[in-house]
């Protein structure tokens, strides 16, 4: 059983950054790939960024983030990071984390197992 907690969530105006963090707790979670996810009012939750687990590097983005938004993890600390920047208003959500029992990252929310309780990001104009 793995336990996620966000933090780092907040008000910024357009243009700004911000960090958001997901600690975890229980499992191998250094061997997980993890994942950040996002809801806005009214939609549904999509798939922002994912890190693979265990050896080597590699990561994905969606589009509507790629070059803005970054993913890394600190495996001593047991703590996944998202560095966000030149925030806009479509930013605005509550933001996940998310893990999965398989080295090899998703973009699809079902095949992540746990997940945070969330952390709300408000970019104002």
């Known amino acids: 059983q793995v336990q996620l907690v966000e933090s780092g969530g907040g008000l910024v105006l357009t243009g700004g950054s911000l960090r958001l963090s997901c600690a975890a707790s229980?499992?191998?979670?250094?061997?997980?790939?993890v994942g950040w996810f996002r809801q806005a009012p009214g939609k549904e939750r999509e798939f922002v960024a994912a890190?693979?687990?265990?050896?080597?590097?590699?990561?994905e983005y969606a589009d509507s983030v790629k070059g803005r938004f970054t993913i890394s993890r600190d495996n001593v600390k047991n703590t996944v990071y998202l560095q966000m920047s030149s925030l806009k208003p479509e930013d605005t959500a509550v933001y996940y984390c998310?893990?999965?029992?398989?080295?090899?990252?998703?973009?699809?929310?079902?095949?992540?197992?746990?997940w945070g309780q969330g952390t709300q990001v408000t970019v104002s104009s």
């Open positions: 229980g499992g191998t979670f250094s061997y997980y790939a």
């Open positions: 890190r693979n687990g265990g050896d080597g590097y590699y990561v």
């Open positions: 998310a893990t999965r029992v398989s080295t090899t990252v998703a973009r699809i929310t079902t095949l992540y197992t746990y």
